[in-house]
Nanobody, 121 residues
Framework: QVQLVESGGGLVQPGGSLRLSCGASGRIFRIGSMGWFRQAPEKQRDLVAR???????NYADSVKGRFTISRDNANNTVYLQMNSLEPEDTAVYYC???????????????WGQGTQVTVSS
């Protein structure tokens, strides 16, 4: 019903920057909160940043001041600008979107396929 396509991952040196994008398409009546999670090898998937439909944001302590989440409501897209990247940021990053697929329906959660971010010299 709702498809998420991520892009922007890759290999970057410590101190570098990357920008992740995630576009939502399909049967969408309304999108609620959007966010990014990440999962390093053998670790759980953790919230990185979240942005509500009204634009309020929250971040994991480890990325505050370095990462910025934003959204383009007209294009159903969420972004994650990552600056001052550290080796500890290496992980697969997943987009997460809460979407309503019909009028007055419930919000359901949808995941992107994941994009690898590797921070290494």
């Amino acid at each position: 019903q709702v498809q998420l396509v991520e892009s922007g991952g890759g290999l970057v040196q410590p101190g570098g920057s990357l920008r992740l994008s995630c576009g939502a398409s399909g049967r969408i009546f309304r999108i609620g909160s959007m966010g990014w999670f990440r999962q390093a090898p053998e670790k759980q998937r953790d919230l990185v940043a979240r942005i509500s439909s009204s634009g309020s944001t929250n971040y994991a302590d480890s990325v505050k001041g370095r990462f910025t989440i934003s959204r383009d409501n007209a294009n159903n897209t969420v972004y994650l600008q990552m600056n001052s990247l550290e080796p500890e940021d290496t992980a697969v990053y997943y987009c997460y979107v809460e979407a309503m697929t019909y009028y007055s329906g419930p919000y359901s959660g949808y995941w992107g396929q994941g994009t690898q971010v590797t921070v290494s010299s």
